[in-house]
């Protein structure tokens, strides 16, 4: 349990730095060497990570992805010196970013299928497409918080802290839930701790937080309050979708946790499973919906 303590609290630190340089180049950096791990731990569940191949051109597609979009969406004002603060000119570069984008993934997923032809008494085409797979979800998804910081200059960090924590608050009410009330499982075979009291109490919990931290920071009215009620219902069910995909893969390969990165928590993809579906769900809610 200490260990699990100090490795838990290790780690919100180095999120607390990396959220407090949220406007510089250092989030891009930081997320590109999250789904560089995450990518890693996915590729050795499915025995790929050994064939340097797969494994570069899927670490390749997924640091491209954010250090691009931070790259191409954040403009210098004054040629080549890099000013404290980066202006936001997503407007200006998003059809190039979408083509270099495409182009990258496109790339690395030629190289995997080169890979597969040399080594196709080897390579299964499961491992194949689940590599494909997980080389564009977890990329689009992870970068979606650099997306969310861009959004909106002014409150940027404030909607970054709300996407993150929709999966994070989800989990928390759910547990204390689940124990004090918990009664019936909700996936016994996939995750036998998890039960329908449980998933209630997760949703409500989260939809109640959104709903007070959204009406606090930007002020109350009828329809701000709606809209950040249910998105927090929703969220916390899609998160609750992730973590239950996530366990599913470990069950079916037989793993207990998907790395070691963080001692007493597993690797990174154990800590941002169902915040791989959280992020996007909370994102298009804003875009669409907007909560502001």
Known sequence: MLTRIISGAVGAVLLAAVLFFH??????????????????????????????????????????????????TKLTVDGPVVPPHYEFCAWRYAHDYNLYAFGAVLLCAFV???????????????????VLAVMILVPQSMTTMVRMECYDPESGLFLLVMGLCGAWIADTGAYFSGVALGKHKLCPEISPKKTIEGLVGGILTTAIVYTV???CY?????????????????CAVIGTVGDLSASMVKRQIGFKDYGKIMPGHGGLMDRFDSVLFVLPTFYVFIKVFGVQ
């Open 23 to 72: 406007d510089t180049i250092v989030l891009p950096i930081a997320v590109a060497f999250i789904i560089a791990v995450m990518l890693f731990e996915l590729l050795r569940a499915v025995k790929l990570h050994k064939c340097l191949p797969i494994l570069i051109a899927a670490e390749a597609c997924g640091i491209a992805v954010p250090v691009m979009y931070g790259i191409m």
């Open 112 to 130: 995997v299928f080169i890979t597969w032809l040399r080594n196709h008494k080897e390579i299964r085409y499961e491992q194949v497409f689940f």
């Open 213 to 215: 931290a959204f009406s």
């Open 218 to 234: 930007y002020g109350f009215t009828g329809k701000r309050a709606a809209v950040a009620f249910i998105t927090g219902a929703v």
